[in-house]
């Protein structure tokens, strides 16, 4: 556990396996990280399995797993990426795994200029939430800027919800100048919430503002027992999540914003290409390049990749 300390220009390779019966937090620079404390500049390589054997009924058990650090409040993250592969395994227990942070549960944290390109799975039954997400699984409050992924994240468990970007969202969340070109893959039917770039709110006073986003990663996930499927936002519940800038690419899903009710899709629409006239537009902040030498497919990148 790190607190109030500086970690800067360090790294992990091999492989991490944890398995644990009550609280885990593993990561692949800090299993976690609390007020003051900054990491920048550190990468993973490293693939890491954790695991939670509990099975009694309370909350005593979570897991929170991230290529950079498995659970951190009030953190700076900056300049980091992970590459290595995550599997997270519980049955009973919350669940939350992701490619920089598993579970941030702290005011004032902010995640910038950071990627994940390792691919993300989560197994296991049972009827608590589990949370899978490129950068954040499971976020209380934040400043993501400046992040995207490429991962694969592939659901085969219970009860999960899949973000490109972040899976669950609590209360306050800045997020601008993302991307997602990450495929996202369901095997188990019973899953709460998909999105490219977020999946979820789940209080009712939350306050989530997303500027300048795009998604072109395909989310498969057929005959679903659910209709909180977009290829922004799996549900914006009671217009909780205010959207300016937020483009997706035809096909990669049939929707934008998913669920039903008084959310709002404003600020969020469908494009046949991330071309030039929609980077001129993203790109208000000048946070975004053109694809030049093809690094990204041709699909804008941001401007210190």
Known sequence: MAHGSTTTKCYTTGKLKVTGSSWTYVGGLCGGAS??????????????????????????????????????????????????????????????????????????????????????????QGTRTKALAGIVARSYSANIAYCYNFGELVGNAENLNIGGIVAIQTKILEMRNVFNIGKIEIKERNVNALGGIIAVISEEDANVNIYNAYNIGKINAQNLDTNQIGSIAGTNWLSLIKFDNCYYLIGTYDTGVGGSGSGTTTGVTEVNSINKSVLDVVNEENAFKSDTNNINNGYPLLDWQ
Do not use: H, P
């Open 35 to 124: 007020s003051q404390s900054e990491l920048e500049d550190c990468y993973n390589l490293a693939n890491i399995e954790c695991k939670n054997t509990y099975t009694g009924q309370d909350y005593m058990a979570d897991i929170g797993c991230g290529g950079i650090v498995g659970r951190f409040a009030g953190t700076s993250i900056n300049k980091c990426f992970n590459k290595g592969n995550i599997i997270v395994d519980g049955e009973t227990n919350v669940v939350n795994g992701a490619g920089i942070c598993g579970t941030n549960i702290g005011d004032e944290s902010s995640i910038k200029n950071c990627y994940n390109g390792g691919k993300m799975e989560a197994i296991g």
